[in-house]
């Protein structure tokens, strides 16, 4: 696969990962083995970052899209995250609510369809 497949499926930015995995095609197999026992890079990556957007949208508590209205567009580090927790700016708060909102209707919705695709019991 891409490297940016692997990066992805990793959970780290691309473009800080070192110059011989981005170089590369990556198997199957080896992302396996870096799954299962990550080398110190992937370790340090994963840790301190910088992260994708992804990555940084979650840790947060916020959908993608809250990032990019708020106008976060670059990978942040872990230290630059807590400090955007800590701080909790205006548009943290309204984008964790807007997200947990969104989820809530998702859940509301699932129940509905699972609910609606049973048969009613049958009378007798």
Known sequence: MKPATAAKKLGVYLDAT????????????ELDALQADPPE?????????????????DRLGVSI???????????????????LKE???EWLLRERTTRAEA???EARLRAERS?????APAGG
């Open 18 to 29: 070192p110059e011989e995995f981005r170089a590369g095609v990556v198997t199957r197999d």
């Open 41 to 57: 890079w992937l370790r340090d990556l994963r840790r301190d970052g910088p992260h994708p957007r992804q990555v940084v949208a």
């Open 65 to 83: 899209s809250g990032l990019a209205r708020a106008e976060i567009t670059e990978p942040l580090t872990t230290a630059q995250i807590a400090a």
């Open 87 to 89: 701080e909790q700016p």
């Open 103 to 105: 989820q809530r209707a």
């Open 115 to 119: 609910g609606k695709g049973r048969a």
